[in-house]
Nanobody
Framework: EVQLVESGGGLVQAGGSLRLSCAAS????????VGWFRQAPGKEREGVSC????????NYADSVKGRFTISTDNAKSTVYLQMNSLKPEDTGVYYC???????????????????WGQGTQVTVSS
């Protein structure tokens, strides 16, 4: 079964940066889409950024455009989320998820993703 392991979360001051990593295993990397989702306390989970691993097409939530960058290292089967200019409202648990349909990057909707990591906490202090 597909396995996803996130790392890189932590506590950072507003304006700072973090890089999250999602190490994937047990699937053909190019045939999937991978997304980063987050859930803040008391809020629904939302899509942050998604990428089609075959051609690198990506999508971002409006709230993170220009600040976050999703990327991949295919040799390491790892997907990264570089987060810059962090804001307190970026606080939440960040999850990595994968879907066997490469086009799932387009809508970046959590209901379309089949496999999930355990999550990593990101806390941005003001």
């Amino acid at each position: 079964e597909v396995q996803l392991v996130e790392s890189g979360g932590g506590l950072v001051q507003a304006g700072g940066s973090l890089r999250l990593s999602c190490a994937a295993s047990r699937f053909t990397f190019d045939d999937y889409a991978v997304g980063w989702f987050r859930q803040a306390p008391g809020k629904e989970r939302e899509g942050v950024s998604c990428i089609g691993l075959g051609d690198g097409s990506s999508n971002y939530a409006d709230s993170v455009k220009g600040r976050f960058t999703i990327s991949t290292d295919n040799a390491k089967s790892t997907v990264y989320l570089q987060m810059n200019s962090l804001k307190p409202e970026d606080t939440g648990v960040y999850y990595c998820a994968a879907d066997h349909r490469p086009s799932s990057w387009l809508h970046c909707a959590d209901g379309e993703y089949d496999y999930w990591g355990q999550g990593t906490q990101v806390t941005v202090s003001s």
